[in-house]
């Protein structure tokens, strides 16, 4: 586990240049493009933040400095390889923004509440940086303090609604180490682009960073697709907010934010208690978001006799009728909702929560489901309402399943590591995200990570339920 508290001290030195705007690589067309239902969501008005390791390139097998690459249309190019990832990627980022023009213009919220992206060629902010360390000093980024990780993404200065330009929905941001390996630090905007709009993104970049002259997939905007119609009832919350629980650590003066490892022995043992206990199999996600529900709930001490809530990201793509075009990068996943009572939540065999979060993703799984969920929340814009959670709530998202780790080549081969920086949704103790491990770590093979904040007078009861769960045993049963 790594945790980390505010510090000015960094094991390294980064120079950082003056960051440039970088450009679509050809003309592309000058529009105001309109948002999705899903798109609109206040609550995805947010940046977030990932970060990309990769280790220093192998020349052994190259001979002259060039190689053959085959792009998508069957021709052989010879292309001359660049030792410099900031060189590389800056010029991939020029040529696929002409495929992802929207990406090069400016984001704003205009006065009649609806998001709108002015693709005026603005650019993509890019900064390119150099730290006077190697990348294994720094574990590869692998369970580093956060505060060690943030240099490493950066944010567009001067930025806020009230600019009447609007924001750049993306920042990008190279830094390389003295051992010839480097990070890319991705800033995107949620309300463009969801976990698999974003994937496609960067794996379009790099598919043009290694030969291809246009991407394998073609982006597709089409927005409309995913707006909702007002319902004729007004608006009412799912929840009454005095009924949900609270916590002696809230508000907190202090967050630190955790990052805790999961073999795949773990989840295979957490299986088997759950199937002894009930007969029914579950998956890796209804199970430990389970455990980690429960375990928040007890380093919180929430009270017993109050609500909480477990809300899950499912998506929708594939499961729309008419379906989504491939290509489609907005927003298309909607939450499957789970609400207990504290004390069922905490004393119930975890069998039975285990049960209801697959009840909830079934339901959620569903077209009806989403288009329900996409009506609901434009009755809610034009009604000028926003769903407010609390700290209570428990937003849980599986990354795992994005292939950013090791499908992502610039010529470096895939990145050793991915990790999220955390961001403030919900704010930052509502928000847990699954995802891959390094592909360094053998013993992590199959296994994943598990991200989340906590005060930090709460920190050290969930590592306490964490350590539980990776010493638990086939004859042990889950307290």
Not at 252 to 269: A, Q, Y
Not at 404 to 411: A, M, N, P, R
Not at 414 to 440: A, E, H, Q
Request: proline share 6%.
């Amino acid at each position: 586990m790594a945790t980390g508290k505010k510090t000015n001290d960094l094991p390294f030195l980064l120079e950082k240049k003056e960051a440039v705007l970088v450009k679509p690589a050809k003309p592309t067309p000058s529009e105001v493009l309109s948002f999705s239902t899903l798109d609109n969501d206040p609550n995805l008005e947010i940046i977030y933040q990932t970060i990309y390791v990769y280790r220093a390139k192998s020349f052994s097998s190259i001979k002259g400095g060039h190689h053959d690459l085959v792009s998508s249309d069957g021709k052989t190019h010879d292309l001359e390889l660049s030792s410099d990832p900031v060189t590389v990627i800056s010029d991939a980022l020029s040529r696929v923004l002409v495929y992802y023009y929207p990406l090069a213009g400016k984001l704003k919220r205009d006065s009649d509440g609806e998001l709108r992206l002015n693709c005026n060629s603005s650019g993509v902010p890019f900064l390119s940086a150099s730290a006077n360390c190697e990348l294994s000093s720094l574990d590869y980024l692998d369970g580093v303090a956060v505060e060690v990780a943030k240099p490493f993404v950066f944010d567009w200065p001067g930025e806020d609604d009230d600019d009447d330009d609007g924001r750049h929905p993306l920042i990008l941001q190279v830094t390389k180490f003295s051992c010839g390996g480097f990070t890319v630090g991705m800033a995107l905007s949620h309300s463009v682009c969801d976990g698999p709009g974003a994937a496609q993104f960067y794996r379009a970049m790099a598919e043009l960073a290694t030969g291809k002259t246009e991407p394998s997939v073609k982006p597709v905007w089409e927005r409309e697709r995913l707006v909702g119609k007002p319902t004729k009832t007004p608006f009412q919350n799912h929840i009454d907010k005095s009924s949900l629980a609270t916590s002696p650590h809230l508000p907190f003066t202090e967050i630190e934010h955790g990052c805790f490892n999961v073999n795949r022995e773990t989840i295979k043992r957490l299986k088997t208690c759950l199937m002894k206990e009930c007969g029914d199999e579950f998956t890796t996600i209804e199970a430990l978001s389970a455990y980690v529900w429960r375990s928040r709930f007890r380093a919180l001490q929430f009270n017993s006799d109050g609500k909480t809530v477990l809300s899950l990201a499912v998506g929708s793509r594939g499961r729309l009728d008419p379906p989504l075009p491939d290509g489609y990068y907005g927003n298309a996943f909607t939450s499957a909702f789970v609400t207990i009572m504290g004390k069922d939540l905490n004393e119930e065999p975890l069998s039975r929560v285990c049960k209801l979060i697959k009840e909830s993703k079934k339901i959620a799984c569903s077209s009806d489901y989403l288009w329900n969920s996409i009506n609901m929340f434009e009755t809610m814009r034009r009604e000028n309402k926003k769903l407010e959670m609390d700290d209570t709530t428990l937003f849980l998202t599986d990354w795992r399943q994005l292939g950013l780790v090791e499908e992502v080549d610039f010529g470096w081969k895939g990145p050793v590591n991915m990790i999220p920086v955390p961001w403030r949704v919900f704010g930052y103790l509502g928000l847990c995200i699954f995802f891959s491990p390094s592909t360094l770590d053998p013993a992590m093979k199959g296994g994943l990570r598990v991200l989340l904040s906590f005060p930090a007078t709460a920190m050290a009861k969930f590592k306490e339920e964490m350590d539980a769960l990776l010493n638990l045993g086939d004859d042990k049963a889950l307290a």
